[in-house]
């Protein structure tokens, strides 16, 4: 970077040192650099006019000419006080209203002079107000016509006069200087091939924009910069680490797996199944490390892929090991491969939490001296007494969020590193998988198991109870079971369990023995008690399964072919669609049914209806991306990718992808960067590089 973008702040004309400071601390600011990257995050059309008389009902802020005629205060609430100004133009009057800053706001209001008044019209009876106005003296108003960016700020630096205008008026001064003074960062090629704006060009428009056009362009520009620096990041870690980390050959698919394919599979695998573990299979036998995801909806039926990849690590000479996110499905996943492989004689075992002492160590033992051969179980695995023979691969079951730290302690149980596939039902569109796990190959199950119907779906309110239980009756006499799901986002919460247990008693009274055995299933209870009701319920015995979100991954009882979802609106879409994903497993009609109350907000009743319109994972994910956006989806473990200043990868998944393609071919056509007309390529990624040292080297 050069002398004139590293300029500190305080020598910027109009800030100083002490606004210097409050740039630094409020919004980490300090550089010339820095202000020309704080971008705009909306542009306001200021050459548009409205007269009080045409005043819309919008919702949008509006712009005036006008005078001030009278200033009055009065009292709003008990103790409140409310400033009224009275604001005049040729076709009538409104209110100006402020609840706070009355004593400082009001000596500054003068009548008589003209104003430009910027804000929200709201129609009060028949009178007009707007609240909290911004007021500009027309002498002042920049006649420049055009866009004005709107740039975010803090309250304290508002109250230094670095509001908005404040941060426009010093950044529309540095813009003014960049002649010449911004070196390019993308190379020739791309900016020819994709017609952006030279930086200079962009960093100028998209603080001084004279049309859409203009900061549409530069945002583009400046988007696609910060994503495809992103993207190149990303594959240089992974081409790193693939380089650093050698992995176990399978080089031979035996007499195990053999086995179990020709004789014991239950059926034809699909042909996303085999095309996945295909994939797998190359993977591991070229003698790099595998670090694959496999996205599959629920049913899609991970689980024996997963299974048969295991299988030919045995049939190599190693152990392999299951991790999933419960005991219940730890449990499930052991009762269902231990049936699978007794008979071929494979040695399986299960460690969860609640494993007792002495089972434990005689477990520990049977690892390291390579007795058991597969092990399944929850995060108890990861626990460094538990150590292994030679374990070659780790399966991760049902947890997209496994980040890279969690996965090396799995890497650290072997000198070589095993390989690892993690398995999840929770779809993430391409452009985040794209940028989360840019240091995993992703597989994707993209087609159910023959027979297969899509559950209905629908949203009923309390109002439709005794109907519902009613529909419950005729499909219990059908044969099938029911689950009935309520939050408890806390397990602690004791309101959500007051809940749970009322809604737990009003089924046994509607349900009452001997005709129906209900269930129970809940966070509280001891891990023996809640195996043994899902044992019940797993075994027919029971037709109604009440329980919290324990059952939400994973769980297969195939006969189930009821969800009833209580208090839907407080589960988010993927949540949803997982325990919708419960139901659906057998031949028979499925239904989904989301109970809630009356009152629904705008994005709850969207989550709503997309469950009710659609059964596509991939399709679900995508509006749960727009509705929570990318951070809240991922959580905070990877939030370091989400520093994005400009681009957003809920909305710019287009750029997303044209990125991510530029940014393999750079690296295919020069894989050090080491041509000239990559180099400065390569200077901006080492500064990226350099800025992030927690990524450690295992990434
Ligand atoms: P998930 O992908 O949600 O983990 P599972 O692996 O639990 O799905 O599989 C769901 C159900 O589908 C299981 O009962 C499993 O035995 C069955 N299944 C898996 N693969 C096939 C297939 N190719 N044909 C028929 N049924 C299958
Ligand atoms: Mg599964």
Same mark, same amino acid.
């Given at each position: ?8 702040v ?6 100083g040192?002490?606004?210097?400071e409050?740039?630094r601390n409020?919004l980490?600011?300090?550089?010339v650099n ?6 705009p995050?909306?542009?306001v059309?200021r050459s548009?006019?409205y007269?009080?008389?045409d005043l819309?009902?919008?919702?949008f802020a509006?712009?005036l000419?006008?005078?001030?005629i ?5 009292t709003a609430g008990a ?7 009275k ?9 100006l ?7 400082w706001i ?9 104003y ?6 709201r ?8 609240a909290h106005p911004?007021l500009t003296e ?7 016509t055009g ?10 630096l ?15 001064q ?6 010449g003074?911004i070196?390019e960062?993308l190379?020739a ?21 004279n049309s859409?056009d203009?900061?549409?362009?530069a945002?583009t520009?400046l988007?696609l910069?910060e994503?495809?620096f992103?993207?190149?990041e990303?594959?240089i ?5 693939q380089r650093?980390m ?6 031979k698919?035996?007499?195990v797996? +053999? %086995?179990?394919?020709e004789q014991? =599979?239950?059926?034809?695998?699909t042909n996303? /199944?085999? $095309?996945v573990l295909k994939e797998i !299979?190359?993977d ?6 595998m ?5 599959g909806?629920?049913?899609?039926g ?16 190693y152990?392999?090991?299951l991790m999933?996110p419960?005991?219940?499905l730890a449990?499930?996943?052991?009762e269902?491969i231990?049936s699978?492989?007794e008979p071929m004689?494979v040695?399986?075992?299960?460690l969860?939490?609640s494993t007792k002492k ?11 001296e390579?007795r058991?051969q597969l092990?399944i ?6 626990? +460094? %007494?538990v150590?292994?023979?030679? =374990? ?5 079951d049902? /947890?997209h $969020?496994f980040g890279?730290?969690? !996965?090396a ?6 000198q070589?590193?095993?390989?690892v ?10 452009t985040?998988?794209?940028?989360f796990?840019g240091?995993?190959?992703v ?13 209905s ?5 309390e109002?439709?109870r005794l ?5 419950m009756?005729e ?6 079971q029911v689950?009935?799901v309520y939050p408890?986002?806390?397990?602690s919460e004791t309101?959500d369990?007051n809940?749970l ?6 089924i046994?009274?509607a349900?009452?023995l001997?005709?129906?055995r209900?269930s129970?299933?809940h966070g509280?209870?001891k891990?023996?008690?809640k ?15 009440v329980?919290?979100t ?6 297969n009882?195939?006969n ?7 208090s839907?609106e407080?589960?988010?879409l ?5 325990l919708r ?6 031949a028979e009609q ?9 009152e629904l ?5 969207k989550?709503l ?11 679900i994910?995508?509006v ?6 990318p951070?809240?989806?991922m959580?905070?473990?990877?939030s370091g990718?989400?520093?994005?200043k400009i ?10 992808i044209l990125?991510?393609d530029?940014?393999r071919?750079i690296?295919a056509?020069?894989?050090q960067?080491?041509m ?5 390529v ?9 800025s ?8």
């Open positions: 970077m050069n002398d004139f973008l590293l300029t500190p305080e020598f910027i004309k109009g800030v040192p002490q606004r210097a409050l740039l409020e980490g600011l300090a550089t820095d202000l020309l990257h704080h971008f995050f909306r542009y059309d548009v006019y007269k009080v008389k819309p009902y919008a919702d509006i712009q000419k006008g005078r001030i009278q200033v009055s205060e009065s103790r409140q006080k409310k400033l009224v100004a604001f005049q133009d040729e076709t009538g009057v409104i209110d209203v402020w609840f706070q800053g009355v004593k009001k000596p500054l209001l003068k009548t008589g002079v003209e430009q008044m910027y804000g929200k019209a129609l009060y009876g028949n009178q007009w107000n707007v911004e027309w002498s002042e108003v920049d006649k420049r866009l004005q960016p709107i740039y975010s700020t803090t309250e304290k508002t109250s230094k006069g670095l509001h908005s205008k404040g941060l426009e008026k010093i950044i529309s540095v813009a003014l200087q960049l002649k003074r070196p960062t190379t090629e791309l900016i020819q091939k994709h017609r952006l704006l030279s930086k200079e060009q962009a960093l100028y428009l998209v603080h001084r924009p859409t203009d900061f549409t362009r945002r520009r988007k910069e994503l495809f992103l993207q190149l990303l594959l870690r992974k081409q790193i680490g650093a050698k992995g176990h050959v399978f080089d698919v035996g007499e797996f +053999n %086995t179990f394919y014991h =599979l239950p059926f034809e695998l996303a /199944q085999k $095309r !299979r190359r591991c036998h070229t003698g790099i490390h670090n694959r995801l496999v996205q909806d629920v049913g899609s991970k689980t024996l892929v997963a299974l048969l990849a295991m299988l030919i690590a045995l049939d190599n000479g152990q392999a090991a999933a419960t005991e219940i449990g499930q996943h052991y269902t231990q699978l492989l004689g040695q399986v075992a299960l969860t939490g002495k089972q434990r160590e005689q477990l520990h033992e049977g690892l390291v390579g058991i092990l179980g929850t995060h108890a695995l990861l626990e +460094n %007494t150590q292994f023979a030679n =374990l070659g691969i780790v399966v991760i049902e /947890q $969020r890279v730290a969690q !996965r302690r799995m890497w650290r149980k072997n070589v590193p095993p390989h596939l993690i398995m999840t039902a929770t779809p993430i569109p391409r985040l998988a794209m940028t796990y240091d995993l190959d597989s994707v199950i993209d087609e159910l198991p023959p027979g297969r119907k899509p559950v779906t629908f949203h009923r309110y109002s439709h109907r519902l239980f009613g529909f009756k499909q219990i006499a059908l044969g099938r689950y009935v408890l986002i806390r397990e309101l369990f809940n247990m009322a809604g737990y008693e009003a046994s009274r349900f009452p001997p005709d129906y209900v129970i299933v509280q209870m891990p023996d008690d195996e043994f009701e899902m044992q019940r319920f797993v075994r027919g015995e029971t037709q109604i399964m329980a919290t324990v059952i939400e991954v994973g769980v009882v195939p189930a072919s009821v969800m009833i979802i209580e839907a407080r589960f988010g993927s949540q949803l669609h997982q994903g419960r139901v659906g497993r057998g499925s239904y989904c049914i989301l109970m809630t109350g009356n907000g705008k994005d709850t009743l989550r209806e997309t469950m009710v319109s659609t059964n596509d994972g991939f399709e994910a995508e749960d991306l727009q509705l929570r956006g951070g809240d989806i959580g905070t473990q990877q990718l989400l520093n994005l681009a957003d990868l809920s909305k710019d998944s287009q750029l997303v990125a991510r530029e940014a071919n690296l056509e020069d894989e960067l080491s000239p007309q990559h180099a400065m390569r200077i901006v990624l080492e500064e990226i590089l350099k992030r040292p927690n990524w450690g080297k295992i990434a």
